[in-house]
C-alpha cells in the first residue's frame, strides 16, 4: 500500500486540475504553509436606521479608536458597547451610485460624497460635521498626500471636471483658492479618461479608466508635478481600490493589479482573473466594495455573483496567494475598535458564556485593526469562531486506474471531514459522496477507485490553525 502526501499548495483556479495546484480554496486564507481559518463575521454595532456602506476608524487625542459609519444621508459614530450617534451636520444627498468616502487629515475626519461640500468632524472637539469651508469642492474621491487634502472628478456650480484633481493649502483644509501663497491648486489629467480613485501617503496615485498617473511634490510654482506611470491600464470600479502602505491594490478591465507608485504588476493574471469574470456580475459591479485586513496582510474584495450571491475574493499579499469565501456582509471595510470595559460588557451580552467571539477578540480588546463588514444597518467585526471551510485539491494521477482506501488530514489543533471524487476521463464532472469524519486516530476509511481523483477535505475545531497537507493510502489498480 503505497502512502502519499498531498500538500495544500496554491489556490489557481484558472489553471486545469491536472496542474498541482488546489481547485477550491474557500472560506479559508493562505498563510506561509497551508491554509488558515477564516473568522465568521459577528455584530457590533445593530440598527443605525439607513443601509450602510462605508467604515472610516482613527484615534483622538487619548489614542481611543474613533469609529464612524456613513449611509447616503447621515454618518454615525459607534460606541464601543455598539450604539449608534448621527453626527451628521444635516441630511445628505449623496446619489445612489456614490458612497461618502473619509479621510483624516490630522485631527479632522473629512469627507466627500459627489454632492455636498468637503465636511470635516474634530475628533477631539466635534459633536457633527460641518462645511470644510464655504468655498470647499464637490467631489467624488478624496484623499491625503503629504500636506495637502486631495479630491478628484469635481464638480463645480453646474460643471463636472471628471479628469480634475485638486488640493488644499498646504497644512490647510479650510483653503481652496488658488493660490501660490497657499499652493492650492489643480491639475486636469490629459490622458487616461476619467478619475475613478485617488490614493496617498508621501505621494498621489491618480487611478483613471485608462491610465495611471503619479502626483509628486516638487514645491512653487508647480506644486505637484504629474507623471503618467500606466497607459492602458486602468481601473474599472471605483470600489475595487485599496490600499496598504504605499501600495494600491485595484481592479482592471482584464484582472486585479498592484501598484506601488512607480510599476504596475498583475496579481490575479493566470490565477483568478478568470475566475473572477467567469463569476462576478458586471451590471452591479458597483456594489463591489475592497478592505484591508492589516492583521493577516490580506486585501479583501467583496462582489455579487452572477448566482446573485455576494462573495469575497482575498488576496493575501505576503504570500502572493488568493483564496475565496461566502460574503456573509454586502459591504466591507477595515476599522479598528476602542477599549471595552467590564461593566460594558454587561450591556453587549448577558453572560460571558453567551459571547459569540472569544474575548481576547480584537473586538473587545480596544484599538485593534480588524476586518469589518456591513449589512442593511449594522456593523460586523470579522474576528468571529472558523467559518466552515473547504480546501479540494487537483486531480490525483499515479498513471494508470487507482484505489484510495484511507486518507489522514493534517490539521494543526484539529482534524477534517474527507470526501472523493473519482472518475476515469476528465470530461465527467467531479461528484463527491459524503463527507467523513476522521476517526480518533485522524483516520478516514475510504474506498474510491477511478483514474483521477480531488479530495475535498473540511477543517473541523474551534480552535483549528493550519490546514497542511492530506495522506492518502493509493494504490494501482485494474484496468476497465
Not at 443601509?51 to 454615525?76: F, K, M, P
Not at 464655504?134 to 456650480?157: H, M
Not at 485539491?393 to 498513471?399: E, L
Not at 486506474?401 to 484539529?414: F, K, Y
Request: hydrophobic share 35%.
Amino acid at each position: 500500500m503505497a502512502t502519499q502526501r498531498i500538500s495544500f499548495n496554491e489556490w489557481l483556479p484558472d489553471q486545469p486540475g491536472l496542474a498541482g495546484s488546489l481547485t477550491e480554496a474557500k472560506n479559508v486564507i493562505s498563510q506561509a504553509v497551508g491554509y488558515g481559518p477564516l473568522p465568521l463575521p459577528t455584530p457590533i454595532a445593530n440598527g443605525a436606521g439607513e443601509t450602510l456602506y462605508t467604515l472610516h476608524h482613527t484615534r483622538d487625542s487619548t489614542n481611543e479608536a474613533v469609529i464612524v459609519a456613513a449611509g447616503l444621508q447621515n454618518v454615525y459614530s459607534i460606541s464601543s458597547i455598539g450604539d449608534f450617534t448621527n453626527i451628521s451636520g444635516t441630511t445628505y444627498s449623496t446619489p445612489n451610485d456614490s458612497r461618502i468616502r473619509f479621510t483624516q487629515f490630522g485631527s479632522n475626519t473629512i469627507f466627500t460624497n459627489n454632492a455636498d461640500k468637503l465636511q470635516y468632524f474634530n475628533v477631539n472637539t466635534s459633536t457633527q460635521f460641518a462645511d470644510v469651508a464655504s468655498d470647499a469642492p464637490v467631489a467624488k474621491y478624496i484623499t491625503v498626500v503629504r500636506d495637502f487634502v486631495v479630491v478628484g472628478n469635481t464638480l463645480e456650480g453646474a460643471t463636472r471636471y471628471s479628469n480634475r484633481v485638486r488640493w488644499s493649502g498646504i497644512n490647510d483644509e479650510t483653503e481652496w483658492t488658488y493660490s501660490q501663497t497657499t499652493q492650492a491648486d489643480y491639475q486636469d489629467v490629459p490622458d487616461g479618461g476619467n478619475v475613478v480613485g485617488i490614493t496617498g501617503g508621501e505621494f498621489g496615485l491618480i487611478l483613471m479608466d485608462k491610465g495611471i498617473s503619479r502626483m509628486s511634490y516638487v514645491g512653487t510654482p508647480f506644486i505637484f508635478q504629474f507623471d503618467n506611470i500606466s497607459r492602458g491600464i486602468g481601473c474599472l470600479s471605483e470600489n475595487s481600490i485599496a490600499q496598504y502602505q504605499g501600495i494600491t491594490f485595484f481592479l482592471s478591465d482584464d484582472g486585479f493589479y498592484m501598484c506601488d507608485g512607480q510599476s504596475v504588476k498583475a496579481i490575479g493574471s493566470e490565477k483568478v482573473d478568470r475566475w473572477f469574470f467567469d463569476n462576478v456580475d458586471l451590471t452591479v459591479l458597483n456594489t463591489m466594495s475592497a478592505a484591508l485586513d492589516p492583521i493577516r496582510k490580506l486585501v479583501v474584495w467583496n462582489f455579487l455573483s452572477s448566482g446573485s450571491l455576494r462573495k469575497l475574493l482575498i488576496y493575501n499579499f505576503k504570500t502572493g496567494r488568493w483564496t475565496n469565501a461566502d460574503a456573509v456582509t454586502d459591504y466591507i471595510a477595515d476599522a479598528s475598535t476602542g477599549t471595552v470595559t467590564l461593566e460594558q460588557l454587561d450591556q453587549i451580552s448577558v453572560s460571558i458564556d453567551a459571547l459569540d467571539q472569544s474575548l481576547d477578540s480584537p473586538a473587545y480588546v480596544g484599538n485593534q485593526s480588524f476586518l469589518g463588514g456591513l449589512k442593511d444597518d449594522d456593523v460586523y467585526a470579522f474576528t468571529g469562531l472558523p467559518r466552515s471551510g473547504v480546501i479540494i485539491t487537483g486531480d490525483v494521477d499515479v498513471g494508470a486506474n487507482s484505489l484510495i482506501t484511507l486518507a489522514r488530514p493534517q490539521i494543526d489543533n484539529g482534524s477534517a471531514n474527507v470526501a472523493v471524487a473519482s472518475r476515469y476521463r476528465l470530461d465527467v464532472e467531479p461528484s463527491y459522496g459524503t463527507p467523513v469524519a476522521a476517526n480518533n486516530e485522524n483516520r478516514v476509511s475510504l474506498r474510491n477507485s477511478g483514474r483521477y481523483h480531488r479530495i475535498k477535505v473540511e477543517p473541523t475545531g474551534d480552535s483549528w490553525q493550519n490546514a497542511v497537507a492530506i495522506d492518502i493510502d493509493i494504490v494501482p489498480s485494474g484496468g476497465r
